[in-house]
């Protein structure tokens, strides 16, 4: 099982689900979306943590994913109230439509 | 330690409590005691607190000499008087005020020979002025804050002198001069009277960050405040030479500093005299008998650390004599009654501090106790006399009063040859033992000599002008001139008495152990009290002869002397130098250079370029801020990327 090329594949995976996660970041213009894309880069970024943990035989790596879970949700939580308060205020969830900070 | 009963702990704190208890009901009741205009209740109610707390502190002191004296009971007598050690009569677990590690301040009283003699004349002077005031100030509608204030006053004091330890002793310290401060300035309605409140409050200050800085100087060098600690350990501390600045001299420069400021010395000295603005009683109580000599207990209190440095005794010894001299050649020209009374007070006091700093810190007690009885006798029988001449204050508008005011003349009469030192009144025992510590210093002697003959003649020439020859005033005024009440002859009386036999109590040798010094009594010098006897009736004499005998004489004498009498007219000038001080240096540093360059231009010019810095700056950022959300989350890849990028790179190398 612990092929040297294991740790490659799983890292090369996380890698492709980080990279899917960014491009949505920037391309998708519903929020939702977007809030969906960043969990995909967060759940690559978990994916190379175990992979590595895996390989050095330490547990550092598999902790820090509890806590990139934990800190997730409630990410998720608030992102989404954040989501409905923007949607009550402009009836639109495009990103673009949310420009009042601009200097 | 002693065994202490009860009664002996509660003693010190009754006392000390009762004047507070009639000041928080005169300043929380007082509408309802005036409530129909009558407010007679609240001098009753001060004079009540004052007078227990005499009857209290008599006991207090008959107990400390009972334990000397034994289990058979108390016995007042010259063998237990010279007992030596010192009884701290404290608390034995005593509430701690500050708890600090090392730095531990109980709330503790200490009751010992030095603390009863300050605190019998505290209660009992303060008694009899309490009683004074009732008949002087019978006409004043603010008579209940005028008698909150003396009580509190009272209270204060006696927490300076009954403290056990530095800091409860400065509660006490800072607590008197602000009732001087409120008393001085009673009459507020008056612009002059609350000018002198306020330059009484402010000239305190100077001193009293010296006493502060003294403090912290103590404490760095024994390790405790503790007033007791103090008094054991000053004698284990290398004594220094004149001239040698080590510790104890800084120590005990520093504690002079504040006792210059309370006592009055110069140069200082200058609020004493404006402080006569206030009610005549205020100025008897704390401007004469009891708060100005705060300072002179508090250098004999620390009389054993004094004693390590010579620097600091001949300090105090130079500045004393040089204040006794200077404030009686103010005293000789001036025409206001109660400043001669100011001014030979700031005279007095010098002497105490001559007195001290000769090593004789006995005898400057002595004096502190005997001057109380005169000059409160003093001041209260220039307020009859102020009273009787319906406010009038100026000596060039009275005379001729001795038969109009007989027991005020009498009164003040016993009260001017006891300042002026004629046997056997109480001021020639205590200024015969203070020119007798003088002795063997020519120059010292030669200055406390003749300023003896300067208050002799002061106070002669204040007697014959107020109450000798014609009456120089208005029609108006001596239609009115009558005799006091019976509440302030009373007083009067008391302390004529007072001042005839005080002196026959040798307070010196009471006090003597607490200072923990070896015995200092010189031997008695068989010619001085003849000369100090003499110095005074022709110090009398030249009053007589010159106001009363010879009157175109004084003239023919005033020419020559001028320029001397302008110089002492204007009191050697120290309001115009300190005027000029402060106005010019200070106030207009303050204006141009503080305000104009250093506020307006250099830190408000440097607030404001801050403030043009930051908005150019943020002028040419702000189209950075786009406000597209994936604008931001580029930036932020973007720079995720080049931190990556750049730990990537530098991976291989250390």
């Known amino acids: 099982m612990d092929h040297p090329t294991f740790v490659q594949h799983a890292v090369l995976l ?25 969990e995909l880069m967060l759940n690559g970024a978990n994916l190379a943590f175990v992979a590595f943990s895996r390989a050095a035989g330490t547990l550092d790596g598999q902790v820090l994913v509890f806590f990139v879970m934990v800190v997730a949700a409630a990410e998720a939580a608030v992102g989404l109230a954040i989501v409905i308060a923007l949607h009550r205020h402009k009836d639109t969830l495009d990103v673009d439509a949310f420009g009042v900070m601009k200097g | ?74 016995r007042f007598t010259q063998a237990t008087l010279g007992w030596p050690p010192l009884a701290p009569l404290e608390l034995r677990d005593p509430l701690n005020w500050i708890d600090l590690g090392g730095f531990r301040v109980p709330w503790s009283v200490l009751v010992d020979p030095l603390s009863c003699v300050m605190m019998l004349v505290v209660t009992g002077i303060g008694s009899l002025i309490h009683v004074y005031s009732l008949g002087y100030m019978a006409h004043d509608e603010d008579r209940v804050r005028f008698f909150s204030y003396l009580n509190l006053f009272t209270f204060f004091m006696l927490l300076l002198v009954l403290g056990g330890n530095l800091p409860l002793l400065f509660i006490g310290w800072e607590g008197v001069g602000l009732c001087s401060y409120l008393l001085i300035g009673f009459w507020y309605k008056k612009e002059s009277a609350s000018a002198a409140g306020l330059k009484a409050f402010v000239v305190n200050r100077i001193g009293d960050v010296g006493l502060i800085l003294g403090m912290v100087y103590i404490f760095h060098a024994f390790g405790s405040l503790d007033l007791v600690d103090i008094a054991d350990n000053a004698g284990a501390l290398a004594p220094e030479a004149l001239w040698q600045w080590g510790p104890v001299t800084i120590a005990c420069l520093l504690v002079f500093v504040g006792a210059i400021g309370k006592s009055a010395q110069i140069p200082l000295h200058v609020w004493l005299p404006d402080a006569m603005e206030g009610p005549t009683p205020v100025s008897a109580l704390i401007h004469a008998a009891t708060m100005v000599t705060a300072g002179v207990y508090l250098v004999a209190r620390l009389a054993p650390l004094y004693h390590q440095s010579e620097t600091a005794m001949l300090v105090v010894a130079v500045v004393g004599a040089v204040t006794a001299l200077m404030a009686g050649t103010i005293a000789i020209v001036q025409t206001d009654i109660k400043r001669v009374l100011a001014y030979s007070t700031v005279s007095q006091l010098g002497f105490m501090f001559l007195a001290a700093g000769m090593g004789a810190f006995g005898v400057a007690i002595f004096h502190l106790y005997t001057h109380a009885f005169f000059k409160a006798l003093l001041f209260l029988g220039s307020g009859s006399v102020i009273h009787a001449m319906s406010g009038e204050q100026d000596m060039r508008k009275m005379g001729g009063l001795r038969k109009k005011v007989p027991w005020t003349f009498w009164t003040f009469l016993i009260g001017t040859l006891a300042i002026a030192g004629i046997p056997p009144l109480a001021g020639f025992h205590s200024k015969d033992e203070i020119l007798l510590s003088a002795l063997h210093h020519p120059l010292l002697f030669g200055i406390a000599l003749f300023t003896a003959l300067l208050t002799a003649a002061y106070m002669a020439r204040l007697l014959f002008l107020t109450f000798f020859g014609e009456f120089r005033g208005g029609h108006e005024t001596e239609h009115h001139v009558h005799e006091s009440p019976g509440s302030m002859i009373a007083p009067l009386v008391l302390l004529a008495l007072g001042s005839i036999g005080a002196g026959f109590l040798k307070i010196d040798l009471v006090v003597q152990p607490v200072f923990r010094l070896p015995e200092a009594h010189l031997p008695p010098v068989t010619w001085l009290p003849f000369v100090a006897t003499l110095t005074g009736v022709v110090g009398i004499l030249i009053a007589w002869y010159l106001y009363l005998s010879m009157p175109e004489l004084r003239a023919s004498l005033a020419r020559p002397l001028r320029p001397a009498l302008r110089v002492f007219g204007a009191k050697y000038f120290f309001d115009e130098v300190y005027d000029g001080f402060v106005r010019h240096a200070v106030v207009g540093g303050s204006d141009r250079l503080l305000w104009r360059s250093v506020d307006a231009r250099l830190i408000d010019g440097a607030v404001n370029r801050v403030a043009d810095l930051t908005r150019s700056l943020a002028r040419t950022l702000r189209p950075v801020q786009t406000g597209f959300v994936r604008h931001y989350a580029l930036l932020v890849l973007a720079g995720a990327v080049a931190v990556v990028s750049y730990l990537l790179a530098s991976a291989g190398r250390p």
């Open chain 2, 1 to 74: 330690m002693l065994d202490l009963t009860l009664i002996d702990r509660t003693l010190p704190f009754a006392i000390l409590i009762l004047p507070l208890a009639g000041f928080i009901v005169l300043a929380l009741l007082g509408d309802w005691i005036k409530r129909d205009g009558e407010s007679a209740g609240a001098g009753y109610l001060a004079c009540a607190t004052v007078l227990t707390a005499f009857g209290l502190a008599v006991w207090a002191t008959l107990r400390l000499y009972g334990y000397v004296a034994g289990p058979e009971g108390l």
């Open chain 1, 14 to 38: 996380s890698l492709v689900l980080f990279g899917l996660g960014t491009l949505g970041v920037f391309l998708r213009r519903n929020v939702i979306t977007v809030l969906m894309s960043i």
